[in-house]
């Protein structure tokens, strides 16, 4: 979140007394001025015992001059634009679409042409996966960067980068592109120089002779791709020597103990503020600090950097947000927002990956208890900061929620998991879900859950068996899961493919360069002529485009479902069935959702308990159709997968 509150009262002080005319210059001083202090605090708190802690100040306070100097005009305006009005990531106007360039339409200057496609869905925001210089083989999908600051060929140009966002301003579109912060390619220079042994490059990664520190960092990290790339080093044959590789062995971690390394990173993240990008979505953050005897994840250093991150760009490209990417337990994600006197005041944004995972979870058991019990956690969020919404991205579904959520439910936590991995990788009998098992981990049991939402859904499986009565349900499911996720409250990223409906496209065993990651199933490759059938009514395609593209507007049409902490859940009075209170001061929402795949039955007391009476008359934004509060000891009966928007018109 901004400290834009700092910034407006100093700013006006600065008026005041005449020191600032408040053009872009003098904000951009007022910004300075109320920022450094931090800044320097934060740097020193990293790198204060550094020998050469001053002459690194220095060239940290360089970068942020320069990268106010290389920024437009525009962008600057835009920054001021941004930091007048309400918190502009706050608002239900925003609606984001995450994709593979490649597999969408082909190149960036194809993405130009198509951006009209969006608009008739209603999504303004896009996220690109990784459009920058990255291995054609084996590069876990662009998150092996190999050069930060060129695109890939395939990909486009630079320019062509520059010219699409450039469009997509001039059409109110938001863009947001990933800083890949925790590791490069084993082919990036530094990496190369590293390995041709280069000592400076060399303390950029974490390089060891020999397997002592491996060993002793290993007995504590746990393994990120257990069964495709095990432990957390990889042997160098040409260097004779052991390199961190958390993730895949072509991604060496980068070692932020050393300031060059920060310094470069923190410049490329203003290089990418510079092409005007809108959010910028910090890969992996939890990973980058690492510590001897812990796992090496969510360290309070990690937060340290991303605070002073935070500090440095909002001087310098206020206008641009940070995402932080920690898909980690519920508690944890919580402090990627800041805690202490930083909380509000470090990543804008991040995933609500634990509301996603426990939505997975109310599809396969037809309860809704974990889901609920989650909700104090996800609650916390400082008012400012925002989720990212989904049902699914070009990630695995990880059940991390924490056990207490789901023995609160009455579930012993091992079996319940087995449940919902089985329930999803076809091992469960009666299931219609179509998904695999990922990251396998033979000593722990752990797997998270590879799919395309339709495919999770069912849809693969009716489609298959031809069962006409799967397929509706699963459509059910799909806008069942569409719709909780866009209203919640943050920024809903739909995940390319999903509003027209794909199945599991399984192609990616055929490529050497991906078959050993079934994440690849959920990664489509767009077919434009499947994409033209959302025009054709009774299609599967037009039904789910339909579907979305009414979910949306329904969000676009009332402030309301904005992000402004104003979202209250509805006590449980039907396992089956989750509510929430969408309010302001003049409207309050009432969805409801059911989970259960029959009819079911809900007392109207839910309702009587938000306030409401007996008699009066609720519509359903979704159907249309019209309810009225009855008798306490009458119900509103719901149909399998059913999910209703209810507010009160013209009271
Ligand atoms: C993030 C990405 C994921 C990638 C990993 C390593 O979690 O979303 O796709 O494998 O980082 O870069």
Redesign the pocket.
């Known amino acids: 979140m901004y400290t834009k509150d700092i910034h407006r009262h100093l700013g006006q002080k600065l008026k005041d007394i005449n020191i600032t005319d408040g053009s872009l210059d003098t904000s951009f001083l007022m910004r300075y001025s109320a920022n450094i202090t931090t800044i320097h605090d934060l740097f020193y708190q990293i790198y204060g015992n550094h020998g050469d802690v001053e002459k690194w100040y220095d060239k940290l306070l360089s970068t942020i001059n320069n990268a106010y100097d290389q920024r437009s005009i525009a962008l600057k305006k835009l920054d001021i634009d941004k930091e007048s009005g309400d918190i502009w990531y706050l608002s239900n106007d925003i609606v984001g679409m995450s994709l593979y360039v490649d597999r969408f339409c082909g190149t960036l200057k194809d993405l130009e042409q198509k951006l009209d496609y969006f608009q008739e869905l209603g999504v303004i925001f896009l996220h690109l996966m990784p459009v920058m210089e990255s291995p054609e083989g084996a590069s ?2 662009g ?1 092996a960067v190999s050069d930060f600051r060129s695109v890939a060929s395939r990909f486009g140009t630079i320019d062509d980068l520059r010219s699409l966002e450039h469009t997509m301003k001039s059409k109110g579109m938001y863009l947001m592109l990933d800083i ?1 912060l ?2 490069t390619s084993q082919e990036h220079v530094w990496a190369k120089k590293a390995a041709e042994g280069d000592k400076a490059y060399q303390d950029y990664f974490y390089m060891y002779d020999n397997r002592e520190l491996p060993d002793a960092f290993e007995r504590t990290m746990p393994d990120i791709f257990p069964d495709s790339s095990p432990g957390s080093f990889t042997y160098l044959e040409e260097s004779k020597k052991w390199v961190m590789t958390v ?1 895949n062995s072509y ?1 060496w971690d980068l070692n932020y103990t050393n300031p060059a390394v920060f310094i470069e990173m923190l410049d490329t993240i203003f290089f990418y503020a510079n092409l005007g990008v809108d959010v910028l979505r910090i ?2 953050p939890a990973f980058i600090w690492k510590s001897l005897g812990t796992t090496s994840q969510n360290l309070p250093e990690a937060h340290v950097l991303l605070q002073l991150i935070k500090h440095c760009v909002q001087v310098s490209a206020p206008g641009m947000a940070l995402l932080g ?1 920690a ?1 980690v337990a519920p508690k944890e994600i919580m402090k990627y927002f800041g805690t202490g006197r930083f909380t509000g005041r470090e990543c804008d944004v991040a995933y609500n990956a634990t509301q996603m995972a426990l939505q997975w979870d109310a599809l396969a058991t037809g309860d809704t208890r974990v889901m609920l019990s989650a909700q104090s956690e996800i609650l916390k969020k400082p008012y400012g900061a925002t989720w990212i919404t989904y049902t699914r991205c ?2 695995d579904i990880g059940l991390g929620y924490d056990d207490s959520m789901i023995q609160s439910a009455g579930y012993n936590p091992y079996s319940h998991r087995t449940f919902i991995k089985d329930y999803y990788a076809g091992n469960y009998r009666g299931s219609v879900a179509k998904g695999a098992l990922f990251g396998v981990n033979p000593k722990t049991n752990d797997a998270r859950i590879s799919g395309t939402l339709a495919s999770l859904c069912g849809l693969e499986y009716g489609i298959n068996h031809n069962l006409q009565q799967i397929i509706k349900e699963s459509l059910n499911k799909i806008a069942l899961m569409q719709a909780q996720s866009i209203l919640l409250g943050g920024l809903p990223m739909l995940y390319y493919g999903d509003e027209i409906g794909y199945t599991n496209d399984y192609t990616y065993l055929n490529d050497p360069g991906k078959d050993y990651d079934n994440r690849w199933m959920h990664r489509p490759l767009i077919d434009w002529s499947k994409n033209e059938k959302r025009k054709t009514k009774e299609t599967l395609e037009y039904m789910v485009f339909e579907n979305t593209k009414k979910i949306i507007n329904i969000r676009k049409s009332y402030k309301t479902f904005g992000d402004h902490n104003n979202i209250r859940w509805m006590s449980c009075h039907n396992i089956h069935v989750v509510g929430y209170v969408r309010y302001d001061k003049s409207q309050s929402y009432y969805c409801l959702f059911n989970y259960y795949g029959q009819n079911t039955f809900l007392t109207y007391y839910i309702f009587k308990e938000q306030g409401l009476t007996e008699g009066i008359t609720l519509t359903d934004l979704w159907s249309g159709e019209k309810i009225v509060i009855g008798r306490d000891d009458e119900y509103l009966s719901i149909k399998p997968y059913q999910f209703f928007i209810l507010t009160q018109i013209g009271y």
Do not use: K, R, S
């Open positions: 876990d999908g998150y890949v925790n590791h993730f991604q890969d992996a990417e898909i070009h990630d």
